[in-house]
């Protein structure tokens, strides 16, 4: 099983990137799917969640309105648009992935069983 995570990239202040995890090796539609950031010195924040429908999703409050996670069963993988970005939403954004037909996906890191490798996101003002 692997996780690939892309589309970081350096932008400013407001302006938008669009990541993607990819998987190989599992179904991603099957999966509960998490994107956390890890920012230096802090401990890894989730940012938004998917249930396996796609139908339940969550955010944490700092980007609710801005982010949007999203799912692309023909192409197994799950994005997650970024909006209006500040500098907080710097740091390395990681995706993991957890087996379950739940309606809700699990909010803690410790919960997911499958991680990508990250990619950096850096926003400047």
């Known amino acids: 099983v692997q996780l690939q995570a892309s589309g970081g990239g350096s932008v400013q202040v407001g302006g938008s990137l669009r990541l993607s995890c990819a998987a190989s090796g599992i179904w991603l539609s099957e999966y509960a799917v998490g994107w956390f950031r890890q920012a230096p010195g802090k401990e890894r924040q989730l940012v938004a969640n998917?249930?396996?429908?796609?139908?339940?999703?969550d955010y944490a409050d700092s980007v609710k309105g801005r982010f949007t996670i999203s799912r692309d069963n023909a192409l197994n993988t799950v994005d997650l648009q970024l909006n209006s970005l500040k500098p907080e939403d710097t740091g390395v954004y990681l995706c993991?992935?957890?087996?379950?037909?739940?309606?809700?996906?699990?909010?803690?890191?410790?919960?997911?069983?499958?991680w990508g490798q990250g990619t950096q996101v850096t926003v400047s003002s």
């Open positions: 998917i249930g396996w429908s796609g139908a339940s999703t």
């Open positions: 993991a992935a957890e087996y379950g037909r739940g309606k809700y996906a699990p909010s803690a890191a410790r919960s997911y069983t499958y």
